[in-house]
């Protein structure tokens, strides 16, 4: 040999050697508490205040339409409305409630969506103006 170590090289080992610091890749403890914990997490009661109100808002408005072509602008109008209110819950408040509305607005647009695809197939005519 000229003088190199072998390779791999042994591990430093003896009283002025340093400790290996471990890569990562293996853990090598239980894992750290996080350092943040998100003030609102996510829960079913949550996700189901939300479509509750949700629902309770779109039928409301719903019930405003004294006919189809109605019914389906007071749905898109409450839904426009209810996905603003979803979009600052999920930013600035309850995650969960902003998703139970969300999910409960867009069906709510399938529905009013499927009852005027439903008027325009037996009457041949677009009901909404």
Known sequence: MNGQPPFPAPPATGPGQLARIPSGLFP?????RPTWREPHPVTGSGVAAGAALAATWLVL???LGRDVPGYAWWTVIAGALAWLAALALVRYGDRG??????????????IAFAVVVVRWATSADWPMW
């Open 97 to 110: 409630v902003g998703t139970g509305v969300a999910i409960v607005t867009a069906g709510g647009w399938s």
């Open 28 to 32: 090598s403890g239980p894992p750290q």
């Open 61 to 63: 408005f719903g019930l």
